[in-house]
């Protein structure tokens, strides 16, 4: 059975750090890109961040560049997002999830959540004073 899960989030003070983590059981990650996505209530799902299967590409929205790291680790099938610098307008529910994209694709990584195909049930991160 093919499985994500998202662990890592919490309650921060502004300023603050937190680390995800995406947990993948039942396949190897080796052949997938990972991202990840978050939901503030009332908002639509947004893209923040991917990483290509070999971890030579990342990719981050504008809100979070700089102060998030997407990074991955295939031998113990987990993503992770390190999260620094945090403000209280990141408050929501992070997703990761997975896709094998095809060869044409090239080396790069989508940020809509559209292609991804695997997804976790998210975690909820609070950033508030």
């Known amino acids: 059975q093919l499985q994500v899960a998202e662990s890592g989030g919490g309650l921060v003070q502004p300023g603050g750090s937190l680390k995800l983590s995406c947990a993948a059981s039942?396949?190897?990650?080796?052949?997938?890109?990972i991202g990840w996505f978050r939901q503030a209530p009332g908002k639509e799902r947004e893209g923040i961040s991917c990483?290509?299967?070999?971890?030579?590409?990342?990719n981050y929205a504008t809100s979070v560049k700089g102060r998030f790291t997407i990074s991955r680790d295939n031998a113990k099938n987990t993503g992770y997002l390190q999260m620094n610098g945090l403000k209280t307008e990141d408050t929501a529910v992070y997703y990761c999830?997975?896709?094998?994209?095809?060869?044409?694709?090239?080396?790069?990584?989508?940020?809509?959540?559209?292609?991804?195909?695997?997804w976790g049930q998210g975690t909820q991160v609070t950033v508030s004073s």
């Open positions: 999830a997975l896709v094998t994209l095809p060869e044409w694709y090239g080396s790069n990584c989508p940020l809509p959540a559209g292609p991804y195909t695997i």
């Open positions: 039942g396949f190897p990650v080796r052949y997938h890109a």
């Open positions: 990483i290509t299967d070999n971890g030579e590409v990342t």
